[in-house]
């Protein structure tokens, strides 16, 4: 059993999705699968998802028809063996210790999630992310939404890492 799943939903996002799956193939955290739920694709993203499939043990794929970015979230978790639980949308770029960190996190604490920042690409480079500079504006271990309400702010699922006991 894996310590961390991560589903990855994708539809039509070629352009971004060998970005996105490099970057969790070059995480820290070494006790790892991928779950790839291809929503229907029509433009060549499924062939590279399968080229990681076939290269990297850690990846698997499963397709489904169109159904949405949420459900092919929830069509993934069946498949998701580990521990704990994060989700990445397909033109995401992850940092190559986020789940080291998180997970160490969540390992050290008994808490039920934690929570990463985030930072936008654009036409201005790299910056952060208004949103979360908002919602999590410092580090806590063992916090509660009651004692920061600004971290209602984020309403993100790709941010997380989830206890899958939560």
Same mark, same amino acid.
């Given at each position: *059993?894996?310590? @961390?799943?991560?589903?990855?939903?994708?539809?039509?996002?070629?352009?971004? @999705?060998?970005?996105?799956?490099? =970057? @969790?193939?070059? $995480?820290?955290?070494?006790?790892?699968?991928?779950?790839?739920?291809?929503?229907?694709?029509?433009?060549? =993203? =499924?062939?590279?998802?399968?080229?990681?499939?076939?290269?990297?043990?850690?990846?698997? #794929?499963?397709? $489904?028809?169109? #159904?949405?970015?949420?459900?092919?979230?929830?069509?993934?978790?069946?498949?998701?063996?580990?521990?704990? @639980?994060?989700?990445?949308?397909?033109?995401?770029?992850?940092?190559?210790?986020?789940?080291?960190?998180?997970?160490?996190?969540?390992?050290?604490?008994?808490?039920?999630?934690?929570?990463?920042?985030?930072?936008?690409?654009?036409?201005?480079?790299?910056?952060?992310?208004?949103? /979360? $500079? $908002?919602?999590?504006?410092?580090?806590?271990?063992?916090? /509660?939404? =009651?004692? /920061?309400?600004?971290?209602? #702010?984020?309403? *993100?699922?790709?941010?997380?890492?989830?206890?899958?006991?939560?």
């Amino acid at each position: *059993m894996a310590v @961390l799943s991560v589903v990855v939903p994708f539809h039509d996002v070629r352009p971004y @999705l060998r970005a996105c799956l490099e =970057s @969790l193939a070059r $995480q820290t955290l070494e006790d790892l699968e991928f779950i790839l739920v291809d929503d229907g694709s029509t433009d060549g =993203s =499924s062939a590279v998802a399968e080229e990681y499939c076939a290269s990297d043990p850690r990846f698997r #794929l499963v397709i $489904q028809e169109n #159904l949405g970015c949420g459900l092919a979230r929830n069509t993934g978790v069946p498949h998701a063996n580990g521990e704990y @639980l994060t989700f990445v949308d397909a033109d995401d770029v992850v940092h190559h210790r986020a789940y080291e960190r998180l997970v160490g996190s969540l390992a050290g604490s008994g808490s039920d999630f934690a929570i990463g920042t985030a930072a936008r690409f654009g036409s201005l480079g790299v910056t952060p992310s208004y949103v /979360h $500079q $908002q919602a999590v504006i410092r580090s806590g271990i063992g916090t /509660h939404i =009651s004692q /920061h309400p600004e971290l209602v #702010l984020d309403r *993100m699922a790709w941010n997380k890492v989830y206890r899958r006991t939560f």
